[in-house]
């Protein structure tokens, strides 16, 4: 993986025109990664599909790819007012349908009385991923180890019904995997929220790794790590569990840009050893 990525990079620096101050490289995925280096000397501002997105200053951005993009087009406008744009293809991803059954039926269709309980929640969620801290790893891309053993039984991108009922499409990988079985920090960084018994994500932490990347960790049958603490690689995070909205005891391991869930599967280091 490391190797594909490099390889990745180096063709798209080649590509962008020598006068440009930027490179754009990354996994051109649907769910992919893409990182933008350019001379913050000379940028006023850069767009992507139209979107202009927050320059920090160091020179060094991450922009997410979602499920549905099909073309990412870049376009750097110079101080000097010149307009330098590049286009790149996104490679279609195919995502299934996945039928879950069995699920609550407060947890398919929540009871009013909850629905505060919930905004509330999933505001504390949004508020955990809105940081910009400095990078914990010295990677172009992050590269995780597996939070935990286990077989996939859910994977990023696809559709979901519960109970036979249309729901959000799935923003994670799911790892089952018997009660109790360890959970460990893939990659290093600051826990950010460490929330017991959610409505829907059960026990759940969150993990800060810098530059607006983000790993979640739900379901848990218990939380070890705090909230405030700097997890190194191996570091105990919780135990696999079934709280929330949950049929069996399973890890759900999610990755954010910010706010927009990416594919786990293309920043794990040992992607082919997964069980499915």
Same mark, same amino acid.
């Given at each position: 993986m490391i190797k594909k990525l490099t390889a990745l990079f180096a063709l798209s620096v080649l590509s962008v025109n020598a006068n440009a101050a930027m490179s754009v490289?990354?996994?051109f995925k649907q769910g992919g990664l893409i990182a933008i280096t350019y001379d913050e000397a000379e940028t006023s501002k850069i767009t992507v599909n139209d979107k202009a997105i927050i320059l920090d200053g160091d020179g060094f951005e991450y922009v997410p790819l979602n499920r549905k993009d099909t073309k990412l087009?870049?376009?750097q406008t110079l101080k000097s007012g010149k307009i330098i744009s590049k286009t790149y293809n996104v490679t279609k991803q195919s995502y299934k349908v996945q039928h879950v059954k069995g699920v609550k039926k407060k947890h398919v269709t929540p009871d009013p009385k909850h629905l505060d309980r919930i905004r509330g929640e999933s505001k504390q969620i949004k508020d955990a991923r809105k940081g910009n801290i400095e990078k914990y790893f010295d990677t172009l891309l992050p590269e995780f180890a597996t939070p935990s053993e286990?077989?996939?039984t859910g994977v990023y991108g696809s559709s979901r019904t519960y109970n036979g009922q249309e729901r959000s499409w799935h923003k994670g990988l799911d790892l089952a995997n018997k009660e109790g079985?360890?959970?460990i920090s893939p990659l290093k960084g600051k826990v950010v929220l460490a929330m017991k018994d959610s409505y829907f994500?059960?026990?759940l932490v969150i993990i800060d790794h810098g530059k +607006?990347?983000?790993s979640i960790y739900a379901h848990m049958y218990d939380i070890i790590a705090k909230k405030g603490q700097i997890l190194e690689v191996g570091d105990p995070i919780g135990l696999v569990g079934s709280t929330g909205r949950s049929t069996g005891p399973h890890l759900h391991w999610g990755v954010y840009v910010g706010q927009q869930a990416i594919d786990p599967e293309f920043f794990? +280091?040992?992607a082919k050893d997964l069980k499915k």
């Open positions: 490289g990354g996994i087009i870049v376009n286990g077989i996939v079985t360890p959970i994500n059960g026990n +607006k990347i983000y794990l +280091k040992d």
